[in-house]
C-alpha cells in the first residue's frame, strides 16, 4: 500500500460506495447527517475486518485495510476542507474542540502511514489497524456527542448549504478514483 492509496488524490481501482456518494441526504442538517452516515460506514468496515480477519487471506485483509484507510483520508479531508473551517469561524472560543481534531486526524495519518509500510503478516499490523479503529471509533463519538450538537446549537451555520458542498467534493474524489481506475 502506497502512501497515495491512502490520500484523497489515489486512483482507486474499486468503486466506492459511501453514503456520501449515495446522494440519499436530504435532511434539515444534511453536514452532519452526512458526515454522520461516513462514520457509520468506515466502522462498518473497521468492525467488518474484525469480524474476518482470521479467515481472510493476506490480500484480502490488505485489500479491506486499503479501503478503510482510503475512505478514512476521504472523510478526514472533506471535514478539513469544509467542515472544520466553518466549524471553527462559527466556534469562535470553542475552537479547541477543532484543534484536537486536528490532532486527532494528524495521529490517524501516522497509524495509517504505518499500516501502508507494514507487511500483512507482520505482528504490528493487525495491533496497528486495532489502535486505528479504537481511535477513529473515539474520535467519531466525540464529534457526534460533543461538537455536532454545539454547531447546531448555535445555529449559525447553514448546514445544508455546507452538506451539499461537503457531498460535492466527496463525489470529486470518488469521480476522480473512478476516472483513475479505468486506465
Known amino acids: 500500500m502506497s502512501v497515495s492509496s491512502i490520500t484523497p488524490n489515489h486512483r482507486a481501482r474499486m468503486p466506492v460506495v459511501s453514503a456520501f456518494t449515495s446522494g440519499a441526504a436530504l435532511t434539515h442538517d444534511r453536514a452532519t447527517f452526512l458526515l454522520r452516515a461516513e462514520h457509520a460506514t468506515i466502522l462498518q468496515l473497521f468492525a467488518e475486518y474484525e469480524r474476518r480477519k482470521y ?91 460533543r461538537l455536532f450538537p454545539l454547531i447546531r446549537a448555535l445555529g449559525t451555520l447553514d448546514l445544508n448549504t455546507l452538506g451539499d458542498q461537503m457531498l460535492s467534493l466527496q463525489h470529486a474524489l470518488r469521480d476522480e478514483a473512478l476516472a483513475g481506475s479505468a486506465h
Open 55 to 145: 479467515t481472510l487471506s493476506a490480500r484480502q485483509k490488505a485489500h479491506l485495510v486499503r479501503q478503510t484507510c482510503r475512505l478514512l483520508a476521504w472523510h478526514s479531508h472533506v471535514e478539513e476542507q469544509l467542515f472544520y473551517p466553518a466549524a471553527r469561524t462559527a466556534l469562535h472560543r470553542q475552537g479547541h474542540l477543532i484543534d484536537e481534531a486536528a490532532v486527532e486526524h494528524a495521529t490517524c495519518n501516522t497509524l495509517m502511514a504505518q499500516l501502508e509500510v507494514t507487511p500483512t503478516d507482520h505482528p504490528l499490523y493487525e495491533a496497528r489497524f486495532k489502535v486505528l479503529s479504537e481511535y477513529v471509533a473515539m474520535h467519531f463519538a466525540e464529534e457526534e456527542e
